[in-house]
């Protein structure tokens, strides 16, 4: 099924391009492309949001595994939502549908999509938790991976960071405590608006963060980390947890190594693993629908928040990609449609 006809959409589309592995401040270009066109079992979609994510840029640097490798020339971006404008053979959504997705070449005009990596979304779904709903499916998780129950006290490393200010309006919604620890404390975003019990700020730690957390949780300590982060904080922190606490590591934006002795887990029979995002190789399952149902309907409430740092058109797209690779805790960025989301 051909592409169908319009003024921004013939024959030729504007998409983010990179014909080199490397730095995406070095290697991405904008371009005019052929057009897709979907194919049977495909939808072709108008790319409304694209979040710029950090695995975004582990992409482009080609330090994911296979089948997660790019194919040069490669259009970048892997998350975002869209409005279907085509569909090919055996596609029963309808053009016009809202869908969230986590694919490949999403940086662009249009994209094409096989069916099952789509997630259907509401009409009036508001775009800037669309564009980044597998934050909202990693966010989602990573509380699930922590195993914290109610009363029970969770640390989040990058507090600032877009998963970790999801997770924390998630837990508290469940009762859960939570403690974001933060490089520096943003001056225009108070964490606790965005469910944070309370805050470190490393920049003004005085005494060890062991006895900070002793201190504020009466001595419970802690029952969970989540860390994306790394270094010797987090070797910290692990001596800090309860008995069976989890480390639960879903990132790597720390180039430091920690440290831990053998007694530091076995004597409080420390659980510690990873955690890659679901959707990372394989398309969603029908057994995951109850699932991203929950997810959409707890993130379209008005009262769940999301940062976003700033909308781009693609045109824009040298100033989003650095502010997303030097400033990530300013919140989220997203390419838009023309006109935008606010």
Do not use: C
Not at 122 to 128: D, S, T
Not at 218 to 228: N, Y
Not at 276 to 284: A, S, T
Not at 308 to 331: I, K, M, N, Y
């Amino acid at each position: 099924m051909s592409a169908p006809a319009g003024p921004k959409f013939n024959g030729t589309m504007k998409a983010i391009v990179f014909d080199r592995i490397g730095s995406p401040l070095d290697v991405l270009r904008l371009r005019d492309v052929p057009a897709p066109s979907a194919g049977p079992g495909q939808v072709l979609v108008q790319v409304r949001s694209a979040s710029i994510n950090p695995g975004d840029f582990l992409f482009i640097q080609s330090l994911y595994p296979d089948p997660k490798k790019p194919r040069l020339p490669q259009i970048a971006g892997q998350h975002g939502a869209g409005t279907i404008v085509a569909a090919g053979d055996g596609v029963s959504l309808a053009p016009g549908s809202l869908v969230a997705f986590s694919y490949q070449n999403v940086w662009a005009e249009h994209t094409v999509v096989p069916v099952e990596w789509l997630i259907p979304l509401p009409a009036e779904y508001p775009l800037e938790k669309a564009g980044q709903f597998m934050n909202l499916i990693t966010a989602w998780d990573l509380l699930e991976e922590a195993k914290v129950a109610p009363g029970q006290w969770l640390a989040l490393t990058a507090g600032n960071s877009t998963v970790a200010t999801m997770v924390a309006q998630m837990a508290r919604r469940r009762g859960i405590h939570v403690v974001s620890i933060v490089r520096r404390t943003q001056p225009e975003v108070d964490l606790k608006d965005f469910g944070a019990s309370a805050v470190i700020d490393l920049s003004e730690q005085r005494d060890p963060i062991g006895e900070q957390l002793a201190e504020l949780t009466r001595g419970q300590g802690l029952s969970a980390i989540i860390d994306p982060v790394g270094g010797p904080l987090v070797g910290d922190l692990v001596r800090a947890l309860a008995w069976a606490g989890r480390l639960v590591i879903y990132g790597g934006y720390g180039n430091d190594r920690f440290a831990l002795h053998n007694f530091d887990i076995l004597m409080k029979d420390v659980r510690i693993g990873a955690y890659v995002y679901r959707y990372f190789f394989d398309p969603p399952k029908k057994s995951d629908s109850t699932v991203l149902e929950a997810i959409t309907e707890l993130a379209q409430s008005p009262d769940f928040r999301v940062r976003v740092g700033g909308t781009h058109p693609l045109e824009d797209f040298e100033r989003a990609v650095r502010e997303s690779w030097e400033r990530p805790e300013q919140g989220k960025r997203f390419f838009v449609a023309e006109g935008g989301y606010r």
